[in-house]
């Protein structure tokens, strides 16, 4: 056995398992070697139109399987040879892709909590702020759904330059660095994405943004800003979708439409049933029509099962890579827009301002 291989593998053994001091992930990872090469593989695959992460998994996956079957046709009746050959390469091609995915993006799942890096107070995070939340979405709602509606909304699959000012300015506002936006892509995942419930996803390795066609106009600027959060190093679902709501507050008014509506939903799945009925009773025909119309797109095309076991596979891989809270972490921007501090504009304080203000 050539000695390169047990050395990747207990490689990405210790990465996986030795801890790293996430201030030091901060400052030399995610500020640092990632801040130059999110821009260099983002512009590679922004140059083509299809998803280059389907032909990555199309190789892997015909690669792995010719060279099992030429295994098989070597060792003929030495199934165990083959078996341990076959099990072995899979081990290692397995390790490989984990490195690559730790460099390439992945060790941005234990960088600094975004609620350390802003002016955050949990007292405020109560049931009575979620429900002035709530009723604040749906007026805005209310006021948003005409003038949204009528000036229309972006092509699917290009960068809406609106959107990617906002998330700029957005990014900078919680103390992140220049990010190179994604071009909305579509995947060969396309199918599943709709079984599932998934909405879209970022490429960990080549670092594109891959979105289901599924989507309604008003849900796509929400659901793209969410994913170019992650470009902007936050893997954490909660913050990322933070960071999409702010992009969308500071956009155009179907942007702001957008993330008001994910935010409502937000809000009234984690208030309790009583003060939920009272917010849908504050929201007028339009926007209750776009929440329908969600419901009924996803009820057409996922299988609950598949959705099931989706988020139990998810819910296990976000915990791997050390987000607690799991796949419940989606959740947790109602907590983040309760606890963070705000300035004019829904702007969010820095830390630091608390301890310059003793």
């Known amino acids: 056995m050539k000695l390169w291989r047990p050395a990747l593998v207990a490689f990405a053994v210790c990465a996986a398992l030795v801890p790293i001091p996430s201030s030091v992930l901060e400052r030399f990872y995610s500020a640092g070697v990632y801040r130059l090469t999110q821009p260099a593989l983002t512009s ?13 998994v199309a190789g892997v996956v015909v690669g792995w399987v010719v060279l099992a079957v030429r295994d098989a046709r070597r060792s003929k009746r030495r199934w165990l040879q083959t078996i341990g ?53 749906a007026l805005r709602l209310n006021a948003l759904h005409d003038a949204a509606h009528t000036n229309g909304w972006p092509s699917p ?13 957005a990014n900078r506002q919680i103390g992140g660095g220049a990010v190179l936006v994604g071009r909305p892509k579509a995947t060969w995942l396309d199918w599943y994405f709709r079984r599932a419930s998934v909405d879209g996803m970022t490429d960990p390795y080549l670092l594109e943004t891959l979105v289901s066609d599924d989507l309604l106009p008003f849900e796509r600027p929400f659901v793209v800003a969410h994913e170019w959060s992650h470009l902007a190093g936050i893997a954490d679902e ?12 500071r956009g155009s008014v179907a942007h702001q ?19 939920r009925d009272e917010l849908a009773r504050q929201l007028q025909a339009g926007p209750t029509d776009d929440l329908r119309a969600i419901a009924s797109r996803i009820a057409r095309a996922a299988s609950p099962r598949l959705a099931a076991a989706s988020l139990r596979a998810y819910d296990a891989y976000l915990k791997a890579n050390r987000i607690d809270a799991g796949a419940a972490s989606y959740a947790e921007v109602v907590r983040l827009v309760l606890g963070v501090r705000f300035g004019e504009d829904w702007t ?3 830390a630091v301002s608390r301890a310059s203000s003793r």
């Open 348 to 350: 969010p304080r820095p």
């Open 238 to 249: 909660g913050e990322a979708n933070f960071l999409g709501w702010l992009t969308c507050v």
């Open 44 to 56: 590679v695959s922004n140059l083509v139109p299809f998803a280059l992460f389907d032909v990555l």
């Open 157 to 169: 699959h290009v960068i809406d330059p609106g959107l990617a000012d906002a998330f700029a300015r």
């Open 257 to 275: 439409y957008s993330g008001w509506l994910f935010l409502y939903q937000q809000v009234a799945g984690a208030v309790p049933r009583r003060d």
């Open 85 to 137: 050959r076959i099990g072995m390469r899979t081990v290692v091609w397995s390790a490989a892709l984990y490195v690559v995915f730790l460099l390439t993006w992945g060790l941005n799942y234990r960088r600094t909590r975004l609620q350390d890096r802003l002016e955050y107070d949990g007292r405020a995070v109560t049931t009575d702020g979620a429900r002035r939340l709530g009723m604040e979405a």
